[in-house]
């Protein structure tokens, strides 16, 4: 049977969003636990009342440069969990933004202020019906269009929840992932994708990423769910960017 250890954490919150640590609790818990690297990537500005305004990149920037001088065996990277706020894919981070970051997060949060007030009726619709009844044809083509479009734009480096408020064709966008170089995470937070669906991205050549996306430092590391998938599914070393000490070639780095 193959080990999968998995050995960076890329999606984590801090108290710059509405996580309950500092930069320094998460980097200190990443190094405990022995990861190579660990992702700050706390909201997008859309999310309300939380989200990072970009007014306060430099700020974080800073912090995590000054924990860095700190602690050498752990690389901590500066990203930010962008908001998926349209159907044309339309997110809540611009291009001058993406250039500040070490690593582009983006994901659909259903409070999140939509680009455009007529995908209050599409998107946002589509999100709040999510548990009440399964997804229409018309609204899967809707998410799917979002999402796809998104990963062409923009240059996304992992799709946080997918599948979580959004139900999509989970085919076209693992192929749009597969094509541009996003990889698919699996959440243990939300428990996305769900089983259900696994097959259909496997059958493309998208790759997963495993985050724990924790809000509070006990949770960093925490991917039984994730871990389960795996093993169930047998998803091969090769199909997961963040285990055995590979450090995963970031879109949004690469085209810098
Ligand atoms: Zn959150
Ligand atoms: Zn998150």
Redesign the pocket.
């Known amino acids: 049977m193959q080990k999968i250890e998995i050995t960076s954490d890329f999606h984590t919150?801090t108290r710059y969003?509405?996580?309950k640590g500092s930069v320094l609790d998460n980097a200190m818990q990443a190094q405990k636990l022995g990861f190579d690297c660990i992702a700050i990537t706390d909201?997008g500005v859309n999310?309300p009342l939380?989200g990072v305004s970009r007014t306060r990149f430099d700020e974080i920037r800073a912090d995590i440069a000054n924990v860095q001088s700190s602690i050498d065996d752990c690389k901590i990277l500066f990203g930010i969990?962008g908001n998926v706020i349209g159907e044309d894919g339309e997110i809540d981070l611009t291009d001058e933004d993406v250039a500040r970051l070490d690593i582009v997060l983006a994901g659909f949060?259903l409070t999140a202020k939509p680009a455009k007030f007529r995908y209050y009726g599409s998107l946002v619709f589509n999100g709040l019906t999510h548990y009440i009844a399964p997804a229409s044809s018309r609204q899967i083509a809707t998410n799917t269009r979002a999402y796809v479009n998104a990963v062409k734009k923009h240059p996304i480096d992992v799709l946080t929840h997918l599948g979580f408020r959004l139900d999509v064709d989970y085919k076209e966008v693992a192929k749009a992932c597969a094509d541009y170089g996003t990889f698919i995470e699996l959440s243990s937070r939300h428990k996305t994708p769900s089983d259900k669906v696994i097959e259909d991205i496997l059958s493309t050549g998208a790759t997963f990423i495993v985050n724990s996306?924790a809000?509070k430092v006990e949770n960093i590391g925490k991917w039984e769910y994730a871990m389960s998938l795996i093993d169930k599914f047998d998803i091969p070393e090769a199909r997961i960017a963040n285990c055995n000490h590979k450090i995963p070639q970031f879109r949004s780095r690469y085209q810098r």
Do not use: A, K, L
């Open positions: 919150h969003s509405h996580g909201h999310h939380v969990e949060h996306d809000h």
